[in-house]
């Protein structure tokens, strides 16, 4: 499942961080990758130990902790914290799919079930830069408003196409679910946002209670915490 988040951060948090990354001290992106990533990957990352990137990362947590759709949709048990990326002059990202276990916060280790883009720059601001994901369905090429963020499963093959003009900054980072299967995730936000688009209509009749019922059962029976 690939599903787009609208407006998890606002306009003014997209220009205070863009105008604080705008003095940052980029590495190579490499240093963060694998063999089989360093092998195709081009671009610039915040380190991850620096202080802006834990500033501005713990901002975006925020942002998420107050989003629903993010945790309809995630069911997140834990995260890798927020990382920083810059793409320009024909930087890019080759094919690729994200290492199945990464290390989280407090030294834990945790399994990448979900993958996440936040999009820091309008889609005009550069060409090219696209996130191509493949699935079963064919390849998704994903450029979203800034403040916008993709999520979409690790498991996934994927790329960024080369900036040719501009820069495309983004931040990104790993979840955990508490439901590991990517179509019960599915099953879960589908029944979810059923239920309140019937509250909002019927209020809580015994209807919504009893498929209110049903879908924390299912959570009951699948979430791993």
Not at 26 to 36: F, K, L, N, S
Not at 69 to 97: D, Q, T
Not at 146 to 159: E, F, K, N, T
Request: hydrophobic share 45%; with cysteine.
């Amino acid at each position: 499942m690939m599903l787009h988040i609208p407006a998890v951060l606002s306009g003014a948090q997209v220009s205070a961080m863009r105008a604080r990354l705008g003095h940052a001290d980029w590495v190579d992106g490499r240093a963060t990758v694998g063999d089989q990533g360093a092998r195709v990957k081009r671009n610039r990352q915040l380190p991850a130990a620096c202080a802006l990137a834990q500033e501005l990362g713990a901002e975006i947590t925020a942002a998420l902790a107050a989003n629903p759709l993010y945790f309809a949709a995630a069911l997140p048990l834990r995260a890798v914290p927020p990382l920083f990326n810059s793409y320009a002059g024909g930087e890019h990202y080759g094919a690729h799919v994200d290492g199945a276990v990464r290390a989280a916060a407090g030294g834990q280790s945790l399994r990448t079930d979900l993958s996440a883009t936040l999009f820091l720059t309008e889609p005009g601001e550069y060409d090219g830069g696209e996130l191509v994901v493949s699935d079963t369905y064919g390849e998704h090429a994903v450029k979203l408003a800034a403040g916008d963020m993709i999520l979409y499963p690790a498991s996934s093959v994927h790329r960024v196409e080369p900036v040719s003009r501009g820069e495309r900054v983004c931040a990104f980072f790993w979840i955990q679910s508490m439901v590991r299967d990517d179509a019960r995730r599915a099953m879960l936000l589908e029944l979810d946002r059923t239920i309140t688009r019937l509250r909002a209509r019927l209020g809580d009749c015994e209807d919504t209670v009893s498929l209110t019922s049903q879908y924390h059962n299912l959570l009951r029976m699948w979430a791993e915490t």
